[in-house]
């Protein structure tokens, strides 16, 4: 028998939905035992979450810096796989999920154990999970594979959409703006993941080495994002510094601070976005090698 555990955090329920496409062949194999832990911080983050309160949160997350986790109690001490699926929060891995990969627990769970992630996100996964990447590193456990499912609405009007639907609790709160949130129809089309998962566990007895959704357009990577996920990461580190420093999440100093960087926010969103996308465009005919080489890169190890 197979053993998988899948971790999930999730605020809205679509990453559940998503972790169900992709395990339900999983579930319905006689060969594979699948067990789900939901993780639960102590102290509940909100949803809708209240405007200021968001940010509040954005240095901590950007630094990952871990809260206090209500305990989990897994069945087996090992797994031939795990499936960590998370959501992007400031271009990081979502604080309870950040917190629980760096515990003793997972330590113990995660070492020499092959790895999924499923990303749901709004488009802009990159640096987040560069950022898991390197605590699954710490972990010792071998990323065998990376899935991501973004928002359907595109870049542009998702800059709108997921806030809104963040704020107000609402996937389409106006009108004028379409749905937020990652298609029903990706969501459905993600159950081929787990098939393809199915099938190397029932049919090869030896551990997972390698990827086993290469071909499955399991990731794609938007090259135009590229750079702005490295302008705006590095911008986040600066500002998550400047914040910690003014003062503890509920001081006045902090919020003065965030009313200054919301409006930086703002104005980088409007401005070094897409011009960075533009002249990105622009010196594609002589940077084209490095971008291939760069979404080579972002791809692994699934591949688009």
């Not at 897994?74 to 760096?102: G, H, K, M, N, R």
């Not at 899935?147 to 107000?168: K, N, Q, R, Y």
């Not at 011009?275 to 760069?294: E, Y």
């Amino acid at each position: 028998m197979r053993k998988i555990l899948t971790i999930c955090y999730t605020q809205t329920g679509q990453l559940s939905k998503i972790k169900d496409s992709i395990c339900q062949p999983l579930e319905d194999s006689k060969q594979i035992s699948m067990e789900t832990i939901v993780i639960k911080p102590k102290v509940a983050f909100p949803f809708p979450w209240p405007f200021l309160k968001f940010f509040r949160i954005f240095p901590e997350t950007v630094v990952m810096e871990p809260v206090e986790l209500n305990p989990i109690a897994p069945q087996y001490d090992e797994y031939d796989l795990i499936i960590l699926t998370y959501q992007v929060w400031f271009l990081s891995p979502s604080i309870p999920v950040a917190s629980f990969l760096q515990s003793p627990q997972a330590q113990a769970l995660f070492n020499n154990t092959p790895v999924v992630t499923v990303i749901g996100c709004r488009g802009m996964w990159l640096m987040a999970q560069e950022k898991v990447k390197s605590l699954l590193t710490g972990l010792n456990a071998k990323l065998v594979d990376n899935v991501v499912l973004s928002d359907d609405c595109g870049a542009f009007f998702s800059f709108l959409a997921t806030p809104l639907w963040m704020l107000t609790g609402n996937k389409k709160p106006l009108s004028w703006v379409p749905p937020a949130g990652v298609g029903e129809q990706d969501i459905i089309d993600a159950k081929r993941f787990g098939e393809a998962i199915r099938q190397r566990l029932e049919f090869n007895p030896e551990p997972v080495q390698e990827s086993m959704l290469a071909g499955l357009g399991a990731v794609k990577i938007n090259e135009k994002l590229i750079a702005s996920e490295r302008v705006a990461s590095h911008s986040f580190n600066i500002w998550s510094k400047i914040l910690r420093k003014l003062g503890p999440q509920h001081s006045k100093r902090r919020a003065i601070g965030l009313s200054v960087y919301v409006t930086f926010l703002i104005l980088l969103i409007l401005t070094v976005v897409p011009i960075s996308a533009l002249l990105k465009k622009l010196i594609s005919p002589l940077t084209r090698k490095k971008i291939v080489a760069q979404k080579k890169y972002y791809a692994e190890p699934s591949g688009e």
